[in-house]
């Protein structure tokens, strides 16, 4: 069997630590945890993460950034600004037992201890939102929006986004899916200047589909 590369195990203890986490939280989450989980000694995980916080920090760099590609992933498969952001917050609105928003909502929390996740927390925040506002700059250069401050529109949408989600994943049934996208674009029509019916052929879509 061919050995793995120092490269393979980094993200295979990473990968790990994002299962325990869901399972135990990152507060809770132990080094033991993640070396059981795996079936190797403590002293392997400290040979690639010098301690739990960089380990915690780490494993949520590599599960956000690969949910950022995929959003950006989807986003580039529509034409349109509009229907970029209208993807977009499709892709933010959280699924029952959505993993990735777990990990998100808890590495707000996390941060609040944690100086490594507070700096990967923050610059991932940073580069998620960056998604939104690069849709919007898009749509102010095709004319499909009129707003004159994309950086503060995106946080603000963002901010909604992520208000709405924690909700939805702290309180059982009290937003839907459906609210939490109807939410946001009411909030886009004013944001960015859009006519009141900007959705709605979209919707109609969805309530055929």
């Not at 928003?101 to 925040?125: C, T, V, Y």
Request: aromatic content about 6%; overall charge negative.
């Amino acid at each position: 069997m061919r050995r793995q590369t120092v490269d393979e195990r980094r993200a295979e203890i990473l990968e790990t630590t994002c299962e325990v986490v869901i399972e135990r939280g990152f507060a809770a989450t132990r080094i033991s945890d993640v070396a059981h989980k795996l079936g190797v000694s403590t002293g392997l995980i400290h040979y690639h993460f010098e301690n739990k916080e960089l380990l915690l920090a780490e494993a949520f760099k590599f599960a956000a950034r690969q949910d950022i590609d995929r959003v950006a992933a989807r986003v580039d498969e529509v034409p349109t600004a509009l229907a970029k952001l209208d993807r977009i917050f499709q892709l933010w609105a959280p699924e029952q037992d959505d993993y990735a928003w777990m990990l998100w909502i808890d590495s707000w929390g996390e941060a609040l201890r944690n100086e490594a996740m507070q700096k990967i927390s923050q610059e991932l925040d940073i580069q998620s939102k960056g998604q939104l506002e690069a849709i919007i700059r898009e749509g102010v250069a095709s004319m499909e929006f009129r707003c004159d401050d994309p950086n503060g529109a995106a946080w603000r949408l963002s901010a909604l986004a992520d208000g709405l989600a924690i909700q939805m994943a702290a309180h059982s049934g009290i937003v839907s899916r459906a609210a939490h996208r109807t939410h946001l674009r009411t909030a886009a029509l004013a944001e960015l200047g859009l006519p009141a019916d900007a959705f709605a052929s979209k919707a109609s879509k969805a309530r055929r589909k």
